[in-house]
C-alpha cells in the first residue's frame, strides 16, 4: 500500500511545493507561478495623507451604532412593559403595583436621556475630529 492509494491531501501536507498540481504549482500566462503574481500586483499601500483620513474612525461608528441599537432596545422596552402593565391592570384591578411599574418608566426614561447625552457628546467629538465647531453647524434651514 504506497501513497498512490491516499487521497491528495493526505499525501502532500498543504502549502508544500507542488501542492496545487501533480506537476508542481501551476504557471500563468506571464511565465510566474500564481504566489508569484499575487505577490507581484500588490503594490505598498501609500501614505495616507491627511485628505484620505476619514473624519469618523470605526471605533466612533461603532460606538454610534451601539447607541442607536441601545435606543431601540430601549423603546422597545417601554412598550413591552406598557403592554405587561394593561394586561396585568385590567387583570389584578386594586392589586396592581402601578408605582413599581411607574419606577420601572422612569428608570427607562432616565436611560434615554442617558443615550441622548452620550450621542450629543459623540457628535460633539466627530465635530471637533473634523475641524468644525458643534455649536455652529445647523440642521435643516430653520430661517
Known sequence: MGASNLPRSASVPKGAKGAS??????????GLDSTARRAST?????????RFLPIVST?????????????RAVEKSKREVE???????????????ATDYEDVMKNLMEI???????????QEKVLHAGGLEPGRVRRGSSA
Open 83 to 97: 403592554a405587561l402593565r394593561g394586561a396585568l391592570c385590567h387583570a389584578e384591578g386594586e392589586d396592581f403595583p
Open 112 to 122: 434615554e436621556d442617558f443615550l441622548d447625552r452620550e450621542a450629543a457628546r459623540l
Open 59 to 71: 471605533a466612533e461608528k461603532e460606538g454610534r451604532k451601539a447607541l442607536n441599537r441601545l435606543r
Open 21 to 30: 498540481s501533480p506537476n508542481g504549482p501551476r504557471s500563468t500566462p506571464n
Open 42 to 50: 500588490h503594490a505598498p499601500d501609500p501614505v495616507p495623507t491627511r
